[in-house]
């Protein structure tokens, strides 16, 4: 008997029967002596969809919502069904005696497999293989110990209840929104309350009164030290109070109070999960985290160089900590070379805040690989993130860095005054880049080393006198907070638990393919289509609070401590309410993005979208789907009276051309009669020795060309 392994990419699929010796190649699937290897080109299986419980939903009514259908049907998708069969058909050979689950370790890899098997009608028990590489190594030896299957009902109870959670919130708010108003409005329980952070944070742009201030230093020949009122703000918002100060303390010397000097040790950074490398990537290279989450895809599934990505894990598990020596050997190469190698002469010792079992879950952190690299295999992206990756790797095992910070406090005519110098005393992981990485974590403290890394404080004893050279004042203003990057709306995301690893990437693209936000340089901003669709839902799906305690009742039920019925059941409730909240509503919407140029097909007013080949003009009704690009397009013939180029343009008679400047307009010949000049010349040319034969009328010439071209 055979034993049927289910990959959920034909690249893992192909790597697994490679691997384990199944080098028969077939259409669809590989097979050996022992195993027979399949793959999922991702879902085969998904939610019925409204249609396939009742014909009549295929028409959007909202009389027709909520629909809620008793028991959650699935089906076969149609644009992989032939896969389905492939994979059908294998479970029910007879020789067929053993079924092994080999897609994704993860949620969504569950789900997938499960819901496969289910329509398959496989009730066999099943086997698991729960993997964290790619590498020919990691795959024998998670053959080697095999997972019972049900090990991970739990873990498939949690990714059904998120499927159909976003299906019953996110179908029917949506079309009860399209309905509502007319306009193709998306909502969702992730991606609405991700959109409300964005706005919330441009009403307290938009909301923000900038106010003019001024701060003091007072040069005291060796340094400057800086005025501070005693609250420890040292932004004076009163010209009469700066003026005061300066008069103050322009001159006079300043007695040294107090002289604090300590040493102070930074550890490293935390190894990365997924999250915490799209940041990085994104404040590095700018990146935005789909990119990231591909790139990084190549990595582990192709290269086979770093560990599995879409993990929410920053530690390591003690069972690792034999391996660790063998991925520092693979990286010792390049410009890593001299960063590891002194680290292979000694002893692996790795602390708390590198392995901690507590704190893995499903995944550990993403680290490299046994496998040996050559960087020259790797495209530019792939190399940056690789570099991200390596060198936080080796940085777990480098000391802390260590300061001497000196502070001091000084009073001058009854102000305090402030100074803080700081001395760097061991690099220590610093080393690994180059003395000057910055980083933006929230887990690890800002040791208040960044402002006055480098600069030095003579040596001060207390009770020391020191002469006042000069009062210094900087004007400034308040700043309003910034727009987010994709890298600061990832943290908050994290925060408040909106989306998982794995989900929060396309959460973005999601809002950003539907018009209701766009990138501008580095930062998100939320479009008029936005705005508006963040008014029009109910008020308790555009903050985080609600979606983060959905996604905590997952996590409860994937581990056991909690119950897929009543969390079904109170997503029912809740879409009823936000479907009747939309019914209710008395609230217009107005499309924001309403060109001038009508729908040759229709006449309704098309609407201006940006995609990634530039603007598109789409008609918004339903029964209509024309769309065309909105970038102007400038045609050959040239405008009779200012002899300018005349833009391409077309409407309901057809194809016409208008000059840009003088508003002249001239029809096309829809059957394309007309032939440019660069053509006649060319016919000429090609027909001139047979005028006589094909006649002496250049008219009679070009007819005769054209009808050739059309035939």
């Known amino acids: ?22 080098r028969e190649k077939h259409k669809n699937y590989f097979e050996g002596p022992k195993y027979v290897v399949t793959w ?79 329509m398959a009608k496989w009730n066999k028990p099943f086997k698991r293989l729960w993997i964290s590489s790619q590498t020919d190594k990691a795959i024998r030896e998670g053959f080697a ?64 009164r900038s106010q003019e201030f001024d701060t003091i230093q007072v040069d005291l020949g060796g340094f400057e030290a800086s005025w501070r009122a005693s609250g420890g ?82 530690y390591l598990t003690s069972d690792m900590v034999s391996t660790l020596k063998e991925r520092l050997e693979s990286v010792a190469i390049g410009p890593y070379a001299a960063l590891a190698r002194p680290l292979l002469r000694k ?84 080393e690994v880049y180059g003395g000057d990485y910055e980083t933006a974590e929230e887990d690890d403290a800002d040791l208040g080393v960044s402002e006055s890394a480098g600069k030095l404080l003579p040596p001060l004893q207390e009770g020391e006198q020191l002469q006042v050279r000069r009062c210094i004042v900087k004007p400034g203003r308040t700043q309003p907070p910034k727009r987010y990057t994709e890298a600061e709306l990832l943290t908050q995301m994290e925060k408040h638990g ?57 996590e409860m039920i994937a581990k056991g401590q909690g119950k897929a019925e009543p969390f079904i059941r109170g997503i029912r409730e809740m879409t009823k309410e936000l479907v009747a909240g939309v019914k209710g509503s008395t609230a217009e919407y107005t499309p924001h993005n309403v060109s001038a140029s009508h729908c040759p097909d229709c006449g309704t007013r098309l609407l201006e979208k940006k995609s990634k080949r530039g603007k598109l003009l789409l008609c918004p009704s339903d029964d209509c789907g024309y769309k065309r690009s909105g970038e102007k397009r400038l045609s050959n013939r040239r405008c009779p009276q200012c002899h300018k180029k005349m833009e391409l343009k077309e409407g309901k008679a057809g194809m016409f051309v208008q000059c840009l400047g003088c508003g002249i307009t001239e029809t096309l010949n829809k059957d394309s009669k007309h032939i440019n000049k660069r053509e006649e010349r060319k016919l000429v040319q090609q027909y001139g020795s047979k005028q006589e034969s094909l006649g002496n009328n250049l008219g009679e010439l070009l007819k005769a060309a054209m009808e050739k071209n059309k035939d």
């Not at 008793?70 to 994979?87: A, D, G, I, P, W």
């Not at 050979?93 to 949620?107: F, H, N, S």
């Not at 940041?279 to 990119?291: E, L, M, T, V, W």
């Not at 000084?410 to 005054?417: A, D, N, R």
Request: contains cysteine; proline residues 5%.
């Open 40 to 118: 999922a080109l991702g879902h085969l299986v998904g939610l019925a969809e409204p249609e396939d419980y009742d014909p009549k939903y295929q028409t959007w009514a909202l009389e027709d919502l909520p629909i809620l259908p008793e028991r959650m049907n699935l089906k076969v998708l149609r644009e992989t069904s032939h896969q389905f069969k492939t994979v059908q058909h294998l479970l029910k050979r007879q020789d067929i005696g053993e079924m092994i689950v080999a897609t994704d370790a993860a949620r969504e890899g569950e789900l997938l497999a499960r819901w496969i098997l289910s």
């Open 233 to 314: 703000d040292g932004r004076i918002f009163d010209r009469k109070q700066t003026e005061e100060l300066r008069a103050k303390l322009s001159s006079g010397a300043a007695r040294v109070i107090t002289v604090k000097k300590s040493e102070k040790a930074e550890p490293h950074p935390l190894a990365y999960d997924l999250t915490e490398l799209q940041r990085d990537a994104n404040r590095r290279f700018g990146f935005s985290a789909k990119q990231t989450s591909s790139v990084l895809q190549r990595l582990y599934e192709q290269h086979k160089l770093v560990t599995y990505p879409r993990t929410d894990s920053r």
């Open 347 to 430: 002893p692996m010792q790795p602390g708390k805040r590198v392995v901690d079992d507590s704190k893995v879950s499903d995944h550990h952190a993403i680290i490299p690989t046994e496998e040996t690299v050559l960087l020259n295999k790797l495209s530019a992206e792939e190399r940056k993130l690789y570099d991200l990756i390596v060198r936080r790797f080796i940085s777990l095992f480098y000391p802390p860095a260590k300061y001497d910070s000196v502070s001091v406090t000084l009073k001058l005519e009854g102000e305090q005054l402030y100074a803080k110098g700081t001395t760097v005393k061991d690099s220590g992981w610093r």
């Open 1 to 22: 008997m055979k034993i049927l392994v289910l990959a959920e990419k034909p690249s893992v699929a192909r790597e697994i029967a490679r691997v384990m010796g199944s």
């Open 145 to 208: 110990s095999l997972k019972p299957g049900s090990q991970f009902d739990r873990l498939y109870e949690s990714a059904r209840c998120r499927a159909e959670a976003d299906w019953m919130v996110g179908l029917n708010v949506t079309r009860a929104l399209t309905c509502k108003f007319n306009a193709q409005l998306s909502a969702g329980r992730v991606q609405t309350p991700t959109l409300g952070m964005i706005m919330q944070r441009e009403k307290d742009i938009t909301g923000f």
């Open 498 to 554: 909106l989306g998982t690893p794995a989900t929060r990437a396309d959460i973005i693209e999601k809002l950003v393919s539907s018009d209701t936000i766009e990138r501008q340089g580095s930062l998100l901003h939320p479009t008029g289509k936005g705005k508006q669709l963040i008014e029009l839902v109910a008020p308790q799906l555009r903050t985080p609070e609600l979606t983060a305690s959905w996604e905590a009742d997952l």
